[in-house]
């Protein structure tokens, strides 16, 4: 089975603090993507990456960036937390590189940030 | 770009009882994916849907995607306490063989089941 972790359920942070969410995929998977999710808003994507080293902005990557520096772990960079980054935080990945294929994106458990 | 309308947005049920939550779309479903969210937790997925017509299903949960490829339903049978969670639509809006970087989600329905 495919296994997707997040380094903290739960985060709690002051508004200005640099955040690190960490994610991390055992499967060899190429594509990961950070997603956050809020009530009445449903999952946005901020980024995702099809390669180490290689990184693409998603729907909302304001405030956000990425760090791709090996396969199986994929960052997520608060560089400057502010309230409005409070949200779930939702990791996911695809095993990427096979033509004609739709791939399942598996999820990792979640991160709930509350920032201060 | 591709918005998903999911219906209901909630749902209260007595155990035992069926349901069908719906997921639709203006434009074309390709690779129509099925999640399942318990409250405070990640996406489990659930089933995924590619051809017109086609219909899957898992335990007591069927989900299908209509002719014109415009709409799923998902369908659970004699509703249990475990089937309590958010369910999320989600859909590939290219059509290509090989898919798409991103998936699009509906805001989800959030399902209560009564003992």
């Known amino acids: 089975d495919v296994k997707v972790t997040q380094s903290s359920r739960y985060l709690v942070k002051r508004t200005g603090e640099k955040v690190f969410l960490e994610c991390v995929q055992d499967m060899d998977h190429e594509n990961m993507f950070w997603y956050r999710q809020d009530p009445g808003l449903g999952l946005r994507l901020i980024y995702f990456?099809?390669?180490?080293?290689?990184?693409e902005k998603g729907d909302i990557p304001e405030g956000y960036s990425v760090s791709r520096e090996k396969k199986e772990r994929f960052s997520l960079i608060l560089e400057s937390a502010s309230t409005n980054q409070t949200s779930m935080y939702l990791c996911?990945?695809?095993?990427?590189?096979?033509?004609?294929?739709?791939?399942?994106?598996?999820f990792g458990p979640g991160t709930r940030l509350l920032v201060l | 770009s591709q918005e998903l309308e999911q219906s209901p947005q909630s749902l209260i049920v007595q155990e035992g009882k069926n349901l069908t939550i719906n997921c639709t779309s203006s434009k074309t479903l390709y690779g129509l994916y099925w999640y399942k969210q318990k409250y405070g937790e990640g996406l489990i997925f659930l089933m995924m849907l590619q051809k017109g017509g086609e219909e899957k299903s898992h335990e007591k949960i069927t989900a299908k995607l209509d002719e014109k490829k415009q709409q799923s339903s998902l369908h659970i049978t004699a509703s249990q306490p475990s089937h309590a969670g958010i369910y999320l639509c989600?859909?590939?809006?290219?059509?290509?063989?090989?898919?798409?970087?991103?998936?699009?989600f509906g805001k989800g329905t959030k399902l209560s089941v009564i003992p």
């Open positions: 996911a990945s695809t095993k990427g590189s096979t033509l004609w294929t739709r791939e399942t994106q598996y």
């Open positions: 990456s099809y390669d180490v080293k290689m990184k």
């Open positions: 989600g859909a590939d809006p290219l059509d290509s063989g090989a898919g798409s970087y991103q998936l699009t």
